[in-house]
């Protein structure tokens, strides 16, 4: 079941990057060729397909524009919990 939710919420993330696409005004060749990666690929990742690889996500992410925002959604201290969590580990360290 765990595989079943990885897998949508792949594919939805690659329905994200094909809608950031479009929203452009991006066409597959231009956003393929700005992140190096074949016209295929690029329907790997707009698929949701896992196999893609991560590196070829981070250069379409990168040639939309929008690397910095995904790489900003997971830093820990942008959120209140990673940051509360941060500082009992500033703590515990400190004794």
Same mark, same amino acid.
């Given at each position: 079941?765990? +595989?079943?939710?990885? !897998?949508?919420? @792949? ?11 479009? %929203? *452009?005004? *991006?066409?597959? &060749?231009? %956003?393929?060729?700005?992140? =190096?990666?074949?016209? !295929? ?7 949701? $397909? /896992?196999?893609? +690889?991560? +590196? $070829?996500?981070?250069? %379409? @992410?990168?040639?939309?524009?929008? @690397?910095? &925002?995904?790489?900003?959604? %997971? !830093? /820990?201290? =942008?959120? !209140?919990? +990673?940051? *509360?969590?941060? =500082?009992? *580990? ?6």
């Amino acid at each position: 079941m765990a +595989g079943y939710k990885i !897998d949508r919420q @792949l594919a939805e993330f690659g329905e994200h990057l094909r809608g950031w696409r479009m %929203v *452009l005004g *991006l066409t597959a &060749q231009q %956003v393929s060729e700005r992140a =190096g990666i074949t016209r !295929d690929t690029l329907r790997k990742i707009e698929a949701g $397909n /896992p196999s893609a +690889g991560f +590196g $070829n996500v981070a250069q %379409v @992410l990168r040639a939309l524009g929008v @690397l910095d &925002q995904v790489v900003g959604a %997971v !830093d /820990p201290l =942008g959120s !209140d919990i +990673g940051r *509360l969590r941060a =500082g009992h *580990l500033a703590k515990k360290r400190a004794r």
